[in-house]
């Protein structure tokens, strides 16, 4: 391997600059050549491709969003559209890439490195936290960090007109967002998608009438199909119960936004120097993660997996905390 490719795909996430500075400068230190592909996987059907030397990567340690800009592609799904970005890349002389996104990204990546035997490494990029084999993804800290600011604010106005919020966050089919994010901002519960099926979440606060001693209540709610968002809760809270004066908020973009963490920073220069070193290590086709605060390589088909466990006793402190 002598030139090492670099792009970001999927949904932004703060740290990812971090992410592109720490590959970039990992690389060219063990004597790599660096091309940054912009757009993610479109860059590579579009042939948006530049020579990146440290410089391309100064200053941007703090800040959020991706530099190398990012997209989804949809040619990239199909055989032809891999066999176009293949020849870009040979065409660049790219020998190894490195991507940093969400599991779409690395099924990607999955789907690309098993058809040309082309060295791929993973870097997991997304605020969801969603990734299987790691703690930690790359902008989740950075979230939960925006999301707590923002209910601490939104706890003003719930405490000075005495109503009860329902405030989404994103997550899609996770819960890590909206369960920490609950217990970092003092809310008195979570609605999240891994306990959707078992429980209905809903029936059980309104039983308890939501904060029986105070009066006004917040509670995060997991954007998911599964929770079936804040919008569809509040509905039916107010028309089964109307007493209730239910405020819906939905934080939406601004949790992708901002400049990432001392932690999201740390770990997306560890993960993103620990890609170089995976590369020289003959490693292929794993996401880099980190468990126990240790690097562990994880093969993309177990990253993708769907199925990260979360911590369910944090269910049980949030609900001894909000007595
Ligand atoms: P986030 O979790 O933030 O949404 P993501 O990486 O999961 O990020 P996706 O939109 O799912 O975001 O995927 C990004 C891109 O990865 C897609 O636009 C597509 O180009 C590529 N991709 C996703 N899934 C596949 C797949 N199964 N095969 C090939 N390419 C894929």
């Keep these: 391997i002598k030139t090492i490719g670099i792009l970001t795909s999927g949904g932004d996430a703060p740290g990812m600059n971090a992410a592109i500075r720490a ?19 479109k860059g590579l059907l579009t042939n948006e491709i530049v020579d990146f030397k440290t410089q391309n990567v100064s200053n941007i340690i703090q800040m959020g969003g991706t530099i190398l800009k990012t997209a989804r592609c949809q040619e990239f799904k199909s055989p032809e559209g891999r066999q176009l970005a293949y020849d870009t890349l040979r065409q660049h002389e790219i020998d190894a890439l490195v991507v940093i996104g969400g599991d779409g990204s690395l099924s990607g990546a999955r789907a690309f490195a098993t058809e040309f035997n082309f060295p791929c490494i993973g870097l997991p990029g997304t605020i969801d936290n969603d990734l299987y084999g790691t703690d930690e993804t790359i902008g989740y800290d950075t979230a939960l960090n925006t999301i707590m600011e923002c209910v601490d604010k939104i706890r003003d106005t719930a405490t000075s007109h005495e109503r009860l919020f329902f405030i989404e966050v994103m997550g899609r089919d996770a819960g890590f967002l909206a369960l920490n994010g609950a217990i970092a901002s003092g809310a008195e519960a979570a609605i999240i998608p891994e306990i959707s099926t078992e429980v209905d979440q809903l029936a059980e606060l309104i039983q308890n009438g939501f904060r029986k001693s105070k009066n006004s209540s917040i509670v995060l709610v997991a954007e998911s199909p599964v929770t079936g968002g804040a919008m569809a809760l ?10 209730y004066d239910v405020r819906v908020s939905i934080l939406g973009h601004l949790q992708r936004g901002g ?31 980190i468990s126990n605060d240790e690097i562990v390589y994880v093969p993309f088909s177990k990253a993708i997996k769907k199925d990260k466990p979360i911590n369910r006793s944090l269910l049980d402190t949030l609900r001894r905390l909000s007595i």
């Design 23 to 41: 590959v970039t400068r990992s690389a060219i230190f063990s004597g790599f050549k660096v091309k940054g592909i912009y757009r993610g996987y």
């Design 234 to 243: 509040a509905e039916r809270v107010n028309k089964e119960y109307p007493e």
């Design 259 to 289: 400049s990432p963490t001392a932690r999201d920073r740390i770990l997306a220069s560890r993960l993103g120097s620990a890609a170089i070193d995976a590369l020289l290590d003959d490693q292929r086709n794993v996401m880099i993660g």
